[in-house]
């Protein structure tokens, strides 16, 4: 129900931010910012080792420095019971070591001082005997029988597996198999990666040694569940925790855990008596914190001989790191990787995943993906690619002829989930129309013709989005749903309280658009409240594209409330019956008597001065919403691409993305996360890697080393949209801040390899760096 | 040691250590918390201020090397109550979005268009080739930036 009023500026307008105002002014409060009397520092020792055991740690020279208020060990807070925490996949992660260290960059100490440069003085003069042990690196080594075992800390662990979890269904895809003309299979590695927002994580804790208020300023993407989770893991009352999470830096899935940092800050601050700030350098940041991906895939498609796809295996082993703490809804070991059928109309499919325990920072997050769709994306858009090639089809045609068709939806996936609605065929017309796909072709015979690589790659992603319906969708048991709180002052502004919160994202702009549409109020006269826990309705946050599916249907759900409210209010001033009010954009007016009219403002003043006798006064009202299903957004992305023979350098020559994520709230902001997901993809697609020597030292411990796509290597991007809505939202909205991310990295890396398929190159594994390709194409002329 | 600092237009004294970083002395003595810290190595450009009206990555300097020099931060751009045209632009061609980059990146605009008043687009790119954007993935940056050399006809950054 797009506005067709050009006076309220609800859906479909590109309202510019009411939250620059403060950003273009530098009065943002991001956690660093915020001070408070008495404030200490807190500073934190980490391993130097990937395995090591722990014999014994000296902290009295560090405790001795003047100005080091107090020094943490593991043992102090085993004393308190807080040596080790829960993670969201049901295990334990050491809080700080006490028995040995698991992987470089583990919390082993923490020094709490007068000032910041202090402690960090005092953490070198810590002393630490440590015993190293042998490292293990991947997943491969960690599961051979006489791999050294990292969890000694669990009872009876004689191994380095967590997990074996499958879905679809095996023996109709073993049948599809057997049966095929055609079987196209690929391994390929999705490497570690790390979404490293541009504001590391960090706190203040405040705990009130007088009253027990802790009061905890954090940089969440989840404030409610965090507190939820504080209260379970430290025994203080949910009442007596206030989590706040201010404006934050960019969050992209890293700011969705509990790091030990925030456990141990808040536990200094309740020791002490006094507020303590932890703030992450960098290489803390790339070193301990969740990370992305690391996983291991090989995946086959059968099909027949005209090119029909009948089925899809996939066996995966998924690196956790030294603990899972991987983030994401319980009932779903890898996620919801279950996603791998695409956009393809598949009868049978398969997936079967082992998860191994590794010498390797925790917490398998989704950078900026719904739990772990973009590897699934990523795998099934290679494949179909490489299986274009080996029918000798075009790859266009190849993913047309496969497509669900668009009078298919609902369709549910031979992995059980039900995609919404969608339109694959008309993306991909698009998409290829703006590339200009059958000139490009004809280019790039002409280019190969010449000698050059020249590469043109597709993805038609499907994601799934807006967890979830609260039988399936858990994390630690708590239902994935969101509440919205709206509340009409007598001057008819209001305030709208979410449980969700921005990164970014603009939801103090997007959020007010959708009251604005059901209710008629401009934008800018709605506050959106959002990050705090004592003055916003619970919900589990902002990741997983799930804010506009599952807190913005909340929020359009609540605003229909109140306009319930509104209407008997309206009826009593118009002095006719409910039933004889009709309501469009703010105004409400009697049926068949169009000039007798009460604005919503005229109802607001009302609902505190002149309501019905027998009415509660006020207009306010509360909503939690528990969708009825996901939400699957998708699109079509086309790259072209040339790469240079000799030094294996690529260029992007055009990026066309053509996004559908149903009805689109503000259609600047869309397009802004489409152009941040596009790059974010780029780079993971091009150089962002996160890797271990064999002694387990991390690779990527800072931006030097970790590379960040800069304005100069970013592609220009060209955007489209077609707009399918989804049938069971309120609004018919999708989500889209993730669809990019997921998208694109096929679409790169199929653009390079298909411009490298002269010489006979059939994959490479991300990052593409060009000594990567340059060395892919060195081992191609090798072998021709 | 004693140093003095032109801080937007206001001559500022502390007393500091030696090894107080310049992005701490504007942060946590001056108070000007629009100075963001992303990266500790200038690689991120975060913490870009003007010093002398040029950006530099006040992560990487000494508070005391600006002893006797002049900077320029977020909150000095605003000049007589009016928005600086690069902030104007910023929001307009929504620049922006977690806001965490923006204060480096408005203040490389602003310094590239007082010493090029029509910068293409690969000259912007190339001036904000130190400053990492995690969220808008450049382009509208770009954009603000032309925006705001072509509305800027004239205004100048005071350093």
């Known amino acids: ?784 | 040691m004693e140093i003095t600092v032109t801080v937007n237009g206001v001559e500022r004294t502390a007393d500091v250590e030696p090894r107080l970083l310049l992005v701490h002395l504007i942060r946590e003595v001056f108070g000007l918390t629009g100075t963001h810290i992303g990266c500790d190595t200038s690689g991120c450009g975060a913490c870009t201020v003007l010093l002398d009206g040029t950006p530099v990555k006040s992560c990487t300097m000494f508070g005391v090397q600006a002893d006797g020099r002049a900077i320029t931060t977020v909150e000095g751009l605003m000049q007589d109550g009016e928005l600086h045209p690069v902030q104007a632009a910023f929001k307009e061609h929504h620049g922006l979005q977690c806001g965490y980059c923006t204060p480096g990146m408005m203040l490389v605009g602003a310094a590239l268009i007082q010493d090029n008043p029509m910068p293409s687009d690969d000259e912007v790119r190339v001036a904000i080739s130190g400053n990492i954007c995690r969220c808008t993935g450049y382009m509208n940056i770009v954009k603000a930036i032309q925006a705001a050399a072509q509305a800027s006809s004239g205004a100048t950054v005071d350093a």
């Open chain 1, 1 to 784: 129900m797009a506005s067709d009023t050009e006076q309220i500026r609800g859906l479909g307008h590109s309202v510019r931010r009411v939250e620059d105002d403060r950003f273009i002014r530098g009065k943002g409060t991001y956690v660093d910012d915020v001070k408070l009397p008495g404030m200490l520092h807190m500073a934190i020792l980490r391993s130097p080792y990937a395995h090591a055991k722990i014999n014994g740690i000296d902290a009295s020279r560090a405790q001795a420095l003047d100005g080091v208020v107090a020094v943490v060990t593991g043992e102090l807070m085993a004393q308190h019971n807080l040596a080790w925490m829960p993670t969201p996949s049901y295990d334990t992660q050491a809080v700080l070591a006490t028995d040995k260290v698991r992987f470089q960059g583990q919390e082993v100490a923490a020094v709490i001082a007068e000032d910041p440069y202090v402690a960090k003085d005092a953490l070198e003069l810590i002393d630490v005997d440590y015993e190293p042990l042998e490292p293990i690196v991947t997943p491969q080594r960690a599961l051979e029988p006489d791999a050294p075992v990292i969890r000694t800390d669990k009872e009876g662990k004689t191994d380095n597996h967590i997990y074996d979890w499958e879905t679809g269904d095996r023996e109709a895809t073993d049948r599809a198999f057997a049966e095929a003309d055609k079987v196209v299979s690929l391994d390929t590695f999705y490497p570690r990666c790390h979404p490293s927002p541009l504001e590391t994580c960090g706190c203040v804790a405040d705990v009130n040694p007088a009253t027990g208020q802790a009061t905890i300023w954090m940089t969440s993407q989840a404030p409610h569940a965090i507190r939820t989770v504080f209260a379970l893991v430290a025994g203080l009352p949910e009442e007596k925790i206030r989590i706040i999470s201010p404006d934050i830096g960019g969050g992209f899935g890293n700011k969705v855990p509990v790091y030990p940092g925030y456990v141990v800050a808040t536990a200094a601050s309740l020791l002490l008596g006094r507020p303590v700030k932890w703030i992450e350098e960098r290489t803390e940041n790339l070193i301990s914190t969740g990370f992305a991906r690391d996983f291991h895939m090989h995946g086959e498609l059968a099909l027949k001989a005209d090119g029909t796809m009948t089925g899809l295996r996939v066996s995966l082993l998924a690196d956790e790191g030294a603990f899972h703490a991987d983030a994401q809804p319980s009932k779903f070991k890898v996620g919801l990787f279950g996603i791998v059928s695409g956009s393809y109309d598949l009868p049978a499919a398969h997936v079967a995943a082992t998860g191994a325990y590794t010498n390797k920072a925790p917490g398998g997050v989704a950078y900026r993906c719904s739990f772990r769709v973009t590897e699934a994306s990523y795998l099934i858009e290679r494949l179909v690619q490489n299986a274009a090639y080996e029918l000798g089809i075009d790859p266009a045609e190849l993913r047309k002829k496969n497509f669900v068709p668009k009078d298919r939806f609902p369709y549910e996936s031979a992995t059980g989930f039900v995609y919404d609605s969608g339109d694959y065929q008309a993306a991909m017309d698009l998409a290829l129309e703006k590339i200009g796909y059958a000139e490009l072709r004809k280019e790039q015979e002409e280019a190969r013709a010449q000698g050059k690589l020249y590469g043109i790659g597709l993805a038609s992603f499907t994601e799934v989005v807006g967890a979830g319906p609260h039988h399936q969708y858990d994390i630690l048991g708590l239902a994935m749903n969101d509440g919205a709180e709206l509340r009409i002052h007598p001057t008819g502004k209001a305030i709208l309280k979410i449980s969700v919160q921005t990164q970014g994202q603009g939801h103090e702009t997007t959020f007010a658009q959708i009251v604005a549409e059901e209710i008629g109020i401009q934008p800018e006269d709605i506050k959106v409240m959002h990050g705090d826990t004592d003055n916003t309705p619970y919900g589990l946050g902002t990741y997983a594209s799930r804010s506009t599916p599952v807190s913005g249907a909340a929020t359009a759900m609540v605003t229909r409330r109140v306009r319930e409210k509104a209407m008997k209010i309206a009826a009593h001033l118009l002095e006719v019956s409910e039933e004889d009010v009709e309501f469009h954009a703010g105004t409400f007016s009697v049926r068949g008597a169009p000039d007798r009219t009460k604005t919503i403002q005229d109802v607001a003043l009302a609902a505190y001065t002149n309501f019905p006798d027998g009415m509660e006064p006020g207009l306010e009202a509360v909503y939690y919403y528990d969708p009825p299903n996901l939400t699957f957004p998708f699109g079509t992305y086309a790259v072209a691409v040339e790469v240079d023979p000799d030094t294996g350098v690529w260029e992007v020559r055009r990026m066309v993305a053509v996004d559908d994520c149903g009805v689109r709230i503000n259609p600047m902001i869309v397009e802004g996360q489409i152009h941040g997901g596009l790059t974010e993809g780029y780079g993971i697609a091009a150089m962002e890697l996160i890797t271990f020597d064999e002694d387990g030292n991390c690779i990527g411990a800072n931006f030097t080393d970790y590379l960040l796509p800069t304005a100069v290597e970013t592609p220009r991007f060209e955007l489209g949209e077609t707009v399918t809505p989804s049938p069971h939202h309120p609004i018919g909205a999708k989500g889209v801040g993730e669809s990019a991310t997921v998208g694109s990295p096929a679409a790169y890396v199929n653009a390079v390899i298909d411009a490298l398929r002269p010489l006979g190159v059939t994959n490479i594994d991300m990052p593409l760096t060009s000594a990567k390709v340059w060395q892919a194409i060195q081992d191609a002329k090798a072998l021709a």
